[in-house]
């Protein structure tokens, strides 16, 4: 006997076909972020003036935060376990366009990655930000910040030669082809990655291997370590270690980093000290005034130290939008280098200079 479906039947299965949909689209969560981060500044002698040696005036991309856009996401796969990427993407606020260090210009150079998560961890594969820099977040003394802070002397002496800027190495803050893992246990974090080679020069070059961990408790203290390979025999090893203690309206921050350079046939070329200590005063619930000083000096190169002092305040006009001015000044010895310097082709090397700026930060 034949059997008729009826419209209301057949509306039946269609909605119960949609909520199965919805179910599924429901499970996963794909979340689109961003920041742009843009101001003016002012240094009264820049290695980006028209001699290089004197003052400029400039539109500023990443005074404090880089300007980003990208997308994160997971999926619950049942029983505690998460399926999770993340794609994060640069872009320069002043001009809309690309951004990235060298040849890293890629569409996702600061994080394309996907791995599994659940209370045990996280496990990452592809593109992701160095778990030693991600230790040392809350012990140095300006958070890392874009501009005038020890980001670029963390990043200047993770360069070895034969892999100083190549895909695989963003600047020892990013490393492709890598595979880790991150916990949290109680008041500790740890993190473990492991970059494999696949380098320009060969199978190994370009090897990173990263480790950080922090303890957060009412004191936060940091350690870290992360070695990259060159080529054929060049290498670069980082040791840091940190501490921010709160008393009240005050966070008090002091970072220590040891990183030692071989070139290309393995001898020791560079060994820098880079100390930052600081200290954060939240004068108001919408105000955070910041005073820190860096030192750094590299004991194998006569004249390369360089002394920075920055003061700065950032204003939260609201929870996504802050409004900031900071000023620094730099004294770079005869032979000023990147791995002692915090402030990226702002001062020349044997110069004094004075740095300026205001910017407005907004996060989406």
């Known amino acids: 006997m034949k059997k008729t479906i009826t419209f209301a039947q057949r509306s039946l299965v269609a909605g119960a076909a949609l909520a199965a949909m919805a179910g599924a689209v429901h499970a996963q969560s794909v979340t689109l972020f961003g920041r742009l981060d843009g101001g003016i500044q002012y240094i009264s002698k820049s290695t980006a003036s028209s001699d290089g040696d004197s003052s400029i005036v400039q539109q500023n991309s990443g005074g404090i935060l880089p300007s980003i856009w990208g997308m994160r996401g997971s999926e619950d796969l049942g029983g505690g376990l998460k399926a999770v990427f993340n794609l994060e993407s640069d872009f320069d606020s002043s001009t809309g366009g690309s951004r990235g260090l060298g040849s890293i210009s890629t569409l996702f150079g600061r994080q394309a990655n996907v791995g599994l ?7 990452l594969l592809g593109r992701q930000y160095s778990p030693a820099l991600l230790a040392e977040l809350g012990t140095e003394p300006r958070g890392y910040k874009e501009s005038l802070s020890g980001l670029l002397s963390f990043a200047g002496t993770q360069l070895p030669a034969g892999n100083e800027l190549s895909p695989n190495n963003g600047a ?6 890598m595979v880790s893992y991150s916990g949290t246990f109680g008041p500790v974090g740890v993190g473990v990655g492991y970059g494999l080679g696949e380098g320009n020069a060969g199978q ?3 090897r990173t291997v990263s480790l950080g961990a922090s303890y957060k408790g009412p004191v936060v203290v940091s350690l870290s370590y992360q070695q990259i390979e060159g080529a054929p025999d060049a290498e670069t090893k980082r040791l840091g270690v940190g501490v921010a203690v709160p008393l009240g309206a005050f966070t008090f921050k002091a970072l220590y980093a040891r990183a030692t350079q071989d070139d290309l046939a393995g001898e020791e070329v560079s060994e820098t000290d880079n100390v930052g200590v600081g200290v954060d005063f939240r004068w108001s619930p919408s105000s955070t005034a910041t005073l820190a000083y860096y030192y750094g000096k590299d004991d194998k190169v006569d004249g390369n130290k360089t002394n920075t002092l920055v003061v700065s305040n950032d204003y939260a006009l609201s929870k996504r939008t802050t409004f900031y001015a900071q000023l620094a000044y730099v004294d770079a010895d ?3 280098g990147i791995n002692t310097q ?10 004094k200079s004075t740095i300026v700026g205001i910017g407005l930060m907004h996060n989406f």
């Open 117 to 123: 998560s659940g209370d045990w961890g996280t496990v």
């Open 172 to 177: 020892g803050i990013f490393t492709s082809n």
């Open 204 to 206: 190994g070059d370009g």
């Open 334 to 336: 005869d032979n000023s």
């Open 342 to 351: 915090i402030t990226l082709g702002a001062t020349p090397a044997g110069e």
